[in-house]
């Protein structure tokens, strides 16, 4: 960069010290892999509007349940259900709240085992389902006791739980609330999959309640590992699917391997007659593979949820994935669909069975009965089967998926999944991801590209992972579950693009623009024909052409405002640009040309400028993305002494004076905002005081080195008469010393009800 001549003006030396200094690039962090948001929202941004609702005393929303109708979301917190009204935009609205705290005689009992009487032993709700239109059926740790109870229900409120109502819920809740597990209520029975023991080592899947018998699996068969961790319980047509993570027993590995699971029981089974009695005949399970070529697999699922099919696709099941490895320092995840009908493929194939003298599992290849061991048939299994059943229950071939959106530097946690209706009536998947960082990401999965990221909001103000999902599809909203409470968040922020071009380029299959309004609007059923969108490929050129805006054609951009600023002589004009896309790239122009760089340099996206001759004019910010440049924001730069022209092009578009941050290095007007770069320019000195300190060094020392190697040459260096000069080298070297040095790791809630957010 040129510096200005110091000869017509002093205050022209310091500000090209300055310039050369804001120059200089700011340190950035190095982002992770994958696809970028295009937009993200800190905690308490007020472009992104939330609620936020919390309860004095009460922690841990982690349980979430939509009503049937959509107008009442039911929470399961620490010791206490909660029925919130979530009909009314804004904050959810507390319908009633009934306690369920564990008995103290639970608390005491649980103490004494030497577990945590501040943290551990309450009654943590793990099972929320509505059994029917009258009761909810609800489950607890209940102080590492799990209980279980039925809740009546009363025009949307929750009655109080009596005592006597109280069943051992063992089985069907965990003990530990770490521990991860899942639960479905099918036909009036219940589906769940946990711990089944207080040391956490006997997980089980079981079935409960309804006319059908008690099943669950057999522990002394080993159809589950004992680490096994449950996510996730979706019902199909004959049978209900489970989903874990467990170690693998069939991989030869130098370290404990985890992969995924899904296990399969169907809803008809009634039990062996004589073996297997109250267990589990046809259980099976498969491996679930996420994975893209000549990479590490995504070996650890985190959660997975349903989506129905559609007119035109079928049923798939979408889950999130984390791998045990850690690839350049950090964690990855990825989001596979897995479509039915594979997995039904995979449960219909052939079946593994270990080799007991060998210990390895190999292929079955022997013949199979008839009907099919583990199948959903009506009539009664042989004691063949069952035997058959008792070793052969892991099948052979694996459900392989290739991940929709992989994204390094980010662990997933929870999902919710929906499709989108667009402008065209093509129907779009939209995917909500919670993180492990309490952070909400929008991503969008096209029919014909690859997965792409709407927003990202940061939730909780502090690192938290966010504990539960649940979209409400007819509130437009999305709830998040977190330690003090839950936010509510709208699943589109329509309004914060301000621009046809903003709005086309987000691909926000919710948001379309109004040319009659000017507005980016929400899309709904009734939407006309006439607003815009493209969700293909978000080309502004095509969508937002006929724009009634005036128009440059020597622009070839959308001019909706220009910014007048003055020019203070004896200081430096900084000209912000809003980024309002991540995925953009921006650069200046000054009267559609390059800046000049004797008078002007960039500093984190703002153009500084000094007072000289010729800086006045037209600046614009021009954004560049996906082919496409627009402005951002365009000022016109006037000067106290001699006003400029302006274009004759420019006569149409609206003009607005405005004031902006102004840096004074000399007299002259009152400043709009200072800003001192005096520390800068100290640190600057003092950096390059030691740089020519350390060079000055060095020069001097190649002299007195060069003397003193020529003294030594001449005499000066030879050893006395009786010293003797070292035979070898290593016997004139002193033993070096070991030192070891250690370091040590370094590593209230008093609010009213409800507090928005904004």
Not at 104 to 130: G, H, P, W, Y
Not at 487 to 506: G, H, I, Q, T
């Given at each position: 960069m040129a510096l200005p001549s110091p000869g017509q003006d002093p205050w022209s030396l310091l500000g090209g010290f300055l310039f050369l200094l804001l120059s200089l690039p700011p340190a950035t962090g190095t982002g992770g892999q994958g696809p970028m948001p295009r937009v993200k929202y800190h905690a308490g941004d007020g472009h992104r509007a939330l609620s936020f609702f919390h309860q004095k005393g009460l922690l841990d929303f982690d349980t979430l349940l939509l009503s049937a109708d959509g107008n009442t979301l039911y929470v399961g917190a620490r010791e206490a259900v909660l029925a919130l009204n979530i009909q009314s935009p804004g904050i959810p609205q507390l319908r009633n709240m009934i306690p369920w705290p564990?008995?103290?005689?639970?608390?005491?009992?649980?103490?004494?085992?030497?577990?945590?009487?501040?943290?551990?032993?309450?009654?943590?709700?793990?099972?929320?389902?509505?059994?029917?239109?009258?009761?909810l059926y609800a489950c607890g740790t209940f102080a590492y006791s799990p209980a279980c109870a039925f809740i009546e229900l009363q025009d949307s409120h929750l009655l109080p739980i009596l005592k006597d109502n109280v069943m051992d819920g063992k089985g069907q809740s965990p003990f530990d609330p770490a521990h991860k597990h899942t639960a479905v209520l099918v036909d009036g029975m219940l589906y769940s999959g946990t711990m089944n023991n207080f040391l956490g080592s006997e997980p089980i899947l079981m079935r409960t309640l309804g006319s059908q018998p008690v099943l669950k699996t057999d522990i002394f068969l080993r159809w589950l590992h004992p680490d096994a961790s449950f996510v996730a319980a979706i019902p199909s047509t004959q049978v209900v699917y489970f989903f874990f993570e467990e170690t693998a027993s069939e991989f030869d590995f130098f370290e404990e391997l985890y992969i995924s699971r899904v296990a399969r029981v169907c809803k008809n089974d009634v039990g062996g007659e004589k073996l297997l009695q109250k267990k589990w005949t046809t259980f099976l399970k498969a491996q679930l593979l996420c994975t893209q070529p000549g990479q590490l697999p995504f070996n650890i699922i985190r959660h997975a949820v349903l989506l129905p099919a559609d007119y035109s696709s079928v049923s798939r099941i979408y889950a999130v994935f984390t791998s045990q490895w850690q690839v350049g320092g950090t964690r990855s995840s990825a989001v596979c669909a897995f479509s039915l009908t594979d997995i039904e493929r995979v449960f219909k194939g052939k079946f593994k069975e270990l080799n007991k003298e060998t210990s390895r599992w190999t292929t079955y290849r022997g013949p199979e009965a008839n009907p099919r061991p583990g199948s959903c048939s009506t009539g009664p299994s042989s004691d063949k089967a069952l035997t058959f059943m008792k070793d052969h229950f892991l099948m052979d071939e694996h459900v392989v998926a290739r991940p929709l959106l992989v994204k390094s530097g980010v662990e997933y946690t929870q999902l919710a999944v929906e499709l989108a209706q667009g402008l065209n009536g093509s129907s779009h998947v939209v995917m909500y991801l919670g993180t492990s960082t309490g952070s909400l990401h929008k991503a969008v999965v096209p029919e014909k590209s690859s997965a792409y990221l709407v927003?990202?909001?940061?939730?909780?103000?502090?690192?938290?992972?966010?504990?539960?999902?649940?979209?409400?599809?007819?509130?437009?909203?999305?709830?998040?579950?977190?330690?003090?409470?839950?936010?509510?968040?709208?699943?589109?922020?329509?309004?914060?693009?301000?621009?046809?071009?903003?709005?086309?380029?987000?691909?926000?299959?919710?948001?379309?623009?109004?040319?009659?309004?000017?507005?980016?609007?929400?899309?709904?059923?009734?939407?006309?024909?006439?607003?815009?969108?493209?969700m293909e490929q978000g080309n502004p050129e095509g969508a937002c052409a006929p724009d009634p805006m005036p128009r440059s054609p020597r622009l070839q951009s959308h001019l909706q405002l220009i910014k007048e600023v003055l020019v203070v002589p004896n200081s430096i004009l900084e000209l912000p640009c809003p980024h309002l896309s991540a995925l953009a790239s921006y650069y200046w122009s000054h009267d559609r040309a390059p800046i000049p760089e004797a008078s002007s340099t960039i500093y984190n996206g703002s153009l500084l400028l000094l007072p000289q001759d010729g800086v006045g004019g037209l600046y614009q910010c021009v954004a560049t993305e996906n082919g496409y440049s627009y402005p951002v924001v365009s000022y016109w730069v006037d000067s106290q002494d001699q006003s400029l022209a302006l274009d004759p092009e420019l006569a149409g578009v609206p003009r607005e004076r405005v004031e902006v941050p102004l840096t004074r290095v000399g007299g002259g007007a009152s400043m709009a905002a200072q800003r001192s770069y005096w520390p800068h320019f100290l640190i600057v000195t003092v950096l390059l005081a030691i740089v020519l300190l350390g060079v000055l060094t060095l020069l001097l020392a190649s002299p007195l080195g060069a003397l003193r190697a020529r003294g030594k040459v001449q005499g000066c260096g030879t050893l006395p008469p009786r010293e003797k000069a070292p035979l070898s080298r290593e016997r004139h070297l002193q033993p070096s010393k070991d030192y070891r040095t250690s370091a040590s790791d370094v590593d209230a809630d008093n609010n009213h009800l409800g507090t928005e957010v904004a």
């Open positions: 564990a008995s103290e005689r639970k608390k005491n009992d649980c103490a004494f085992k030497k577990k945590s009487s501040e943290t551990q032993c309450f009654n943590f709700i793990r099972v929320l389902v509505s059994f029917n239109t009258t009761h927003e990202e909001i940061q939730l909780s103000p502090e690192p938290e992972p966010v504990r539960n999902l649940q979209l409400a599809p007819t509130q437009g909203a999305v709830f998040a579950g977190f330690s003090g409470g839950i936010w509510k968040v709208p699943r589109a922020n329509c309004r914060v693009y301000e621009s046809c071009v903003d709005c086309v380029l987000a691909r926000d299959p919710h948001c379309a623009w109004d040319p009659k309004s000017g507005i980016c609007s929400l899309l709904s059923g009734a939407s006309p024909s006439t607003w815009r969108q493209d």
